[in-house]
């Protein structure tokens, strides 16, 4: 064969070197002296000859020499690679320590020369002997495999699915994680070489990034917990590092997250970590690790309780500390500490006490220095600066940060209290320049585009998204502002840009343009008419081209499409958020959720709705079918009908508030839902009352103290004269039944002249259902009382004020009548039947077992079987306990859903992958008791749920199937049955083959084999 490693033409492949073939031939002699075909006809290396072996790895290392310059898709290249990784799984057996290091040295360098071409071959053998060896061989020997199984799994990024799975199960069938686990915990600084827990603490982070299942066994380790916090305090840097990065991977899972918050004394370490005096490199993790536990708004708020300060001072300290080096850019080795923090600065998305504590220490001056050059100085003297020269100057700088600049501008500006003012310095006004920055910004970037070629796009939707969050602000400072440079910005071309918004967005209503095709573009369109539509000078035009009827179509095309855009997959900077697979996240979403589309055309729609002709005079309003009649209009009637659509369905929270406040424009406010029609029948019947509003006129209105507890605790009399404050002998469930039924309304409550009774049966209304329809005539009355009730997001809408960023969910519950300190009101015990054995104390009793405190009102209304009990006026119906005929957990769950209106679930995440077989057979029971339950107390919902549950938890482990197979039959519930016999009904042979199918009656067993017939013809066709 030639010399020449040329490619000798264009297609040909290149040739080995002769010295490669030589070393080729050298190592394929060696390896045969050990490598056999095995019964499975798979080579196996059998050689337990050390002489032999040290021969072997000797022709390996100068074969893995010389590949690093060789095409290593080269057939002799690849059947070599594949017989090396034989040979050192095999030697990696040996007894030899020498041999066994010198083995996992090589398979260090052979996977390095590799590199992500190592997911071509089998790897499991090799995974596997080195996993075994950890436990077991000498320290340094530890110390290699533990690197050489580190640089194994790093390069199995492409790796397909199933590979990643097999891996894993190779992983698990050796106990590495417990393995590693164990050696960290065994750790003591000064005792062992720091390069074992460094390498060992790498290893672990690797199988936590890429393996999630690993996640929740290490962060429940208490004793590894314990380690890591002793360790990290032992002031080594590279030990320090370790810990971070290991708890970083960790905070992947939201659980995991969880478990880091409560330890105060390792957080407290890592807090400490911010600081300007700490290492360059310790800034850094630490600043990724926040941006793990603040990814929702729960841990953001937890690590901001304790540590707010801490927290802002190292964000701000790492965004601006390149200043006092006198530059004018940030200098390159300075970037990841700049970029990490911008990324930590997003925690602006959440509402909290950080916002001021950003604002107090000058964010807005060390955003503008950053955007222009650390010049910002420069700008003190002038009076004004034309946008010409800020866009001039600001795309000369640092463009990875401005993303993320204008993300943290929009979310500090949307969530600013009403009576916010900026900090100044003379006459100089950072904020000032930074609105006027954004403006400028955003009309040059959403002009450019508009081109086939756009540069900067990935700044495109963030500055849109920020200015519109100024002209949106609470802060009549920073709105004022921002409308009057928009204005100043849009200037003589204002018309002719918006007609092409218009026009453009009109393809989409219409369907002319496809609605995803480019979300981007229509997401950063629908922001242009939201800023258009907040300036008066524009609203003419909007309506003469009939903007209002383009998005009221928009908003249709994302509901009948069933469309899901998020916004982290159109804006570029946020794809950065994870380099590894997160899990247990899944309750966290941004305020727009995957409705970001839906959510731009609403608020669109907002600053429409005002001046739209869809709304208008709803004098004396009965019912949502007379509004209908009354609009006369069919567009009105959709429009209005598409925002109740939102409502009633799953949507984010951003666009149910949204769609609230357009509808509060035709007389509806608040939320109607299944809990609050329920209501209306407490509102109307007077059952179960326990106090009486007595206005100035005589009027009379009974109520219930439970409810108004829950949801409106203003309208209770003060402390001293309620039943709020009543001791616990003076409750009803504490009197024998003779003086139950002799029980008045012992409380009247004397309501102010300056009440109107109308405006109080509306906020009765609301406090009932969550819902009401209101008259014109009651709108001023009924903002006063309004206000003194405290009702926030309802005084919102009534002074036609847009919905608070991040509020949760829109909701009509009664839950606080049940989490209220003392319990108030309460007039009945529920006790479950059959429970497990717990130590019980509770302080509004003497009953010493299980059991949960309630409100009659609220039963009746939640349950139509309660409700005839307590009307039957039997003995049981005058009872002040019932005794409910499920197990403890079915009961928390049944009480959670007649307060609430929702029958708590199971989350399949790691907590409930970690529990045995045990644990989750008794979560599933008590749904099954709950579905048995719900037949006879007629709750159709609760069966249907129950059994959602139980079908989402079946994942085909027969085991757990056939003992919820056998409680469910015993129980009676043959829906259970069915859904349980056909998630395991592909198992069928296995079942049979290990005799469980003898514990199953004839009847299920036929069913069984039913349906595996059924799936094997489904299969084979």
């Known amino acids: 064969m030639g010399s020449s490693s040329k490619s000798g033409g264009k297609g040909k492949k290149p040739e080995l070197s002769d010295h490669a073939i030589t070393l080729r031939n050298r190592l394929h002699q060696a390896l045969s002296l050990g490598i056999r075909l095995s019964s499975d006809k798979r080579k196996r290396w059998y050689c337990v000859d050390a002489e032999i072996q040290s021969h072997a790895l000797r022709t390996v290392a100068a074969f893995i020499n010389c590949i690093s310059s060789a095409p290593l898709q080269h057939p002799l290249i690849k059947e070599s690679v594949s017989d090396m990784l034989v040979a050192l799984a095999g030697i990696l057996q040996s007894e030899n320590p020498r041999i066994v290091s010198q083995a996992a040295d090589l398979t260090k360098k052979l996977v390095n020369s590799l590199g992500s071409s190592i997911i071509q071959y089998d790897i499991l053998e090799l995974v596997m002997s080195l996993s075994q060896l950890l436990p077991s061989c000498q320290l340094p020997v530890q110390i290699e495999c533990a690197i050489a199984l580190n640089c194994i799994l790093k390069k199995l990024g492409g790796m397909s699915y199933k590979g990643s799975k097999e891996v894993w199960k190779s992983v698990e069938e050796t106990s590495l994680v417990g393995n590693v686990v164990c050696a960290l915990q065994g750790f003591i600084y000064g005792m062992k070489p720091i390069e074992y827990f460094i390498e060992m603490a790498s290893l672990l982070r690797t199988i936590m990034w890429r393996w999630p299942p690993s996640r929740y066994y290490v962060g429940s380790d208490a004793k590894l917990m314990d380690n890591l916090r002793d360790n990290y305090s032992s002031h080594d840097l590279s030990i320090t590092v370790a810990v971070l990065q290991l708890c970083t991977a ?283 539509s907040a300036l008066p000078q524009y609203w003419k035009l909007i309506v003469q081209k009939k903007g209002i009827q383009t998005v009221s179509a928009i908003i249709e095309r994302c509901l009948t499409s069933d469309i899901h855009v998020s916004r982290s997959s159109i804006v570029f900077h946020l794809y950065h958020t994870s380099e590894g697979k997160t899990c247990c996240w899944d309750h966290v979403r941004d305020w727009e959720g995957e409705d970001i589309l839906l959510f731009y055309s609403l608020q669109s729609l907002s600053q429409l709705i005002s001046f739209s002709n869809f709304s208008g005079n709803h004098y004396k309003i009965t019912s949502r079918e007379e509004v209908f009649m009354r609009q006369g209009d069919s567009e009105a009637h959709n429009l209005i009908d598409r925002l109740f659509h939102i409502l009633s369905n799953n949507c984010s929270p951003g666009p149910r508030w949204y769609a609230a406040y357009i509808l509060s424009f035709f007389g509806f406010y608040g939320v109607p839902s299944k809990l609050g029609k329920r209501m209306e029948r407490a509102l109307q019947d007077n059952e179960f009352v326990d106090l009486q509003f007595v206005l100035s006129n005589g009027q009379a209105l009974k109520v219930h103290g439970a409810i108004l507890a829950a949801r409106c605790p203003y309208l209770l009399p003060p402390e001293e004269t309620s039943l709020k404050g009543r001791k616990c002998d003076d409750c009803p469930m504490n009197k024998n039944e003779t003086e139950q039924t002799q029980i008045k309304l012992k409380h009247e409550v004397r309501i102010s002249d300056r009440v109107d009774y109308g405006a109080l049966i509306k906020i009765l209304e609301y406090t009932y ?253």
Not at 282 to 293: D, G, N, P, S, T
Not at 302 to 328: K, P
Request: with cysteine; charged share 20%; hydrophobic share 40%.
């Open 250 to 532: 960790l905070a992947l899972c939201g659980n995991g997250a969880m478990m880091l918050l409560e330890s105060k004394e390792l957080l407290s370490q890592i807090m400490q970590s911010m600081g300007t005096s700490q290492p360059y490199s310790v800034r850094i993790e630490a600043l990724k690790l926040c941006q793990q536990l603040m990814r929702s708004d729960e841990g953001c708020a937890a690590l901001t309780f304790l540590y707010c300060e801490h927290i802002v001072e190292g964000i701000l300290s790492a965004m601006g500390g390149w200043r006092s080096l006198c530059s004018n850019n940030i200098p390159s080795d300075q970037m990841p500490l700049v970029m990490q923090a911008y990324r930590t600065a997003e925690i602006t998305r959440w509402s909290g006490s950080h916002h001021s504590s950003f604002w107090n220490l000058e964010i807005d001056r060390i955003l503008l220095d950053t955007l222009l050059g650390n010049v910002s100085t420069n700008y003190q003297s002038q009076a004004t600066v034309s946008s010409d020269e800020l866009i001039a100057k600001l795309f000369e700088n640092a463009s990875d940060t401005r993303p993320y600049i204008w993300d943290i501008l929009g979310w500090l500006a949307i969530q600013c209290e009403e009576d916010f003012a900026p900090q100044t310095k003379g006459k100089f006004c950072c904020l000032d320049v930074l609105i006027s920055c954004a403006c400028a910004a955003a009309k040059d970037l959403m002009l450019r585009s508009r081109s086939s070629l756009p540069p900067f796009a990935s700044e495109v939707e963030p500055v849109s998204r920020a200015v519109l969050f100024m002209v949106l602000s609470p802060s009549k400072y920073i709105s004022s502002r921002a409308r009057d440079y928009l204005s100043e910005m849009a200037g003589p071309d204002g018309d002719g840009y918006l007609e092409i918004l218009l026009t453009s967005l009109n393809l989409i209503a219409t369907g002319d343009v496809s609605l995803v095709s480019d979300s981007l573009q229509t997401a950063v369109s629908l922001i242009g008419l939201s800023c258009y």
């Open 769 to 1021: 259902t969550g819902f009401f329809l209101l008259e014109e005539d009651l709108a001023k009355p009924l903002k006063a009382l309004v206000k003194f009730c405290a009702l926030t997001p309802l005084s919102r809408m009534l002074n036609r004020k847009l919905p608070t960023w991040g509020m949760a969910n829109p909701c009509c519950k009664f839950t606080g009548a049940l989490e209220h300190r003392g319990n108030p009101f309460v007039d009945i015990i529920l006790e479950p039947e059959a429970f497990e054995e717990m130590t019980w104390n509770c302080s509004m009793c003497q009953l010493s077992m299980p059991h949960l405190h309630a409100h009659r009102i609220i039963l009746s209304v939640s349950c139509d079987y309660l409700r005839a009990l307590f009307q039957s006026g039997m003995h049981d119906s005058l009872s002040q306990m019932i005794k409910v005929p499920i197990g403890w957990k079915a009961l928390v769950k049944l009480v959670t859903y007649f307060y609430s209106g929702e029958l708590p679930g199971i989350k399949t995440d790691c907590i409930w992958n970690n529990m045995d077989v045990k644990q989750q057979l008794q979560e599933l029971q008590a749904y099954v008791e709950l579905s048995s339950l719900a037949e006879f107390w007629i709750l159709e919902e609760v069966a249907e749920e129950s059994l959602n549950v139980i079908v989402s938890c079946l994942n085909g482990d027969h085991k757990t199937s056939v003992q919820i197979i056998h409680y469910a039959i015993s129980l009676c519930q043959w829906k259970i049955v069915e859904v349980a016999v056909s998630s395991i009904a592909h198992l069928y042979p296995k079942i049979r083959d290990a005799g469980d199918l003898e514990n199953l009656s004839a009847e299920v067993i036929e069913m069984l084999r039913a349906e595996y017939v059924r799936y094997s013809q489904k299969n084979h066709s």
